[in-house]
């Protein structure tokens, strides 16, 4: 079992800035990648970012690639999401996420493979 606890989130004009982190705790973090999920008001959650175990692969979702970059820190247990050139598109509750060793293989971007979900973090970003 491991809790995700998001924080970061807030209001931001376009064109600024925003950080948010993704704390776990229980288990091991670094048996666990890590994903970044965004839900607008009324539309499907979608893939943001991901970034594997060690942390060596990243994976962006076209619409924030080049703006956003995922990284994490094993030794704090934290997931963060940098977010630049930020957009009224962007918009949306920020979900972070953790995925085992899907049998398979892991999608980055398939939601239903994560295993545990943090509460969401409030991204609203004014033209």
């Known amino acids: 079992q491991v809790q995700l606890v998001e924080s970061g989130g807030g209001l931001v004009q376009a064109g600024g800035s925003l950080r948010l982190s993704c704390a776990a705790s229980?288990?091991?973090?670094?048996?666990?990648?890590m994903g970044w999920f965004r839900q607008a008001p009324g539309k499907a959650r979608e893939f943001v970012a991901a970034?594997?175990?060690?942390?060596?692969?990243?994976y962006y979702a076209d619409s924030v690639k080049g703006r956003f970059t995922i990284s994490r820190d094993n030794a704090k247990n934290t997931v963060y999401l940098q977010m630049n050139s930020l957009k009224p598109e962007d918009t949306a509750v920020y979900y972070c996420?953790?995925?085992?060793?899907?049998?398979?293989?892991?999608?980055?971007?398939?939601?239903?493979?994560?295993?545990?979900w943090g509460q969401g973090t409030q991204v609203t970003v004014s033209s």
């Open positions: 970034i594997s175990w060690s942390g060596g692969n990243t």
């Open positions: 229980g288990r091991t973090f670094s048996s666990y990648a």
């Open positions: 996420a953790a995925v085992g060793s899907p049998f398979g293989g892991w999608a980055p971007g398939h939601s239903y493979q994560y295993d545990y």
